[in-house]
């Protein structure tokens, strides 16, 4: 996608790109991110060279949650009003105080987005049929 949007310049392989991007890096936020603090934080507490200091594990586990917060919240509330202010010309009716509250609503809706990428990766979940009943 990367490279069609190189040879031909359609803004549409780019959002085509950024799509599909999102499936390794939700699946990495939900293993790496999580692995990484935890080990962090065993590590302050249990494996540092000198005696565990709870004051120091209590800071390191306020800036990990203030930088989640940061990093997921701030980022797509970001990215939320950049659509809609982008694309207000192509939405009926469009009315700015209608869209203050999606905006703090939105990254919910991506870190859930995220979390099921993440089980479907992992489960590699199988189509059933659906057995109806014939009127």
Same mark, same amino acid.
């Given at each position: 996608? $990367? &490279?069609?949007? $190189?040879?031909?310049?359609r803004i549409s392989f780019l959002d &085509?790109? $950024?799509?599909?991007?999102?499936?390794?890096?939700?699946?990495?936020?939900?293993?790496?991110?999580?692995?990484?603090?935890?080990?962090?934080?065993?590590?302050?507490?249990?494996?540092a060279p000198n005696a565990p200091n709870?004051?120091?594990?209590?800071? &390191?586990?306020?800036?990990?949650?203030?930088?989640?917060?940061? $990093?997921f919240y701030l980022m797509f509330v970001?990215?939320? &009003?950049?659509?809609?202010?982008?694309?207000?010309?192509?939405?009926?009716?469009?009315?700015?105080?209608?869209?203050?509250?999606?905006?703090?609503?939105?990254?919910?809706?991506?870190?859930?987005?995220?979390?099921?990428?993440?089980?479907?990766?992992?489960?590699?979940?199988?189509?059933?049929?659906?057995?109806?009943?014939?009127?």
């Amino acid at each position: 996608m $990367l &490279l069609k949007l $190189l040879t031909t310049f359609r803004i549409s392989f780019l959002d &085509l790109f $950024l799509q599909m991007f999102f499936i390794p890096m939700a699946f990495l936020c939900c293993t790496w991110i999580p692995l990484f603090y935890a080990f962090d934080i065993v590590y302050a507490a249990v494996l540092a060279p000198n005696a565990p200091n709870i004051e120091y594990l209590t800071i &390191l586990i306020q800036v990990i949650c203030y930088a989640l917060i940061f $990093l997921f919240y701030l980022m797509f509330v970001l990215q939320a &009003l950049m659509v809609t202010l982008l694309e207000r010309k192509e939405i009926k009716d469009y009315k700015l105080k209608n869209y203050i509250g999606v905006w703090f609503i939105f990254p919910f809706f991506m870190i859930y987005d995220c979390i099921t990428i993440f089980f479907g990766v992992v489960t590699r979940p199988k189509w059933k049929a659906i057995k109806r009943n014939k009127v």
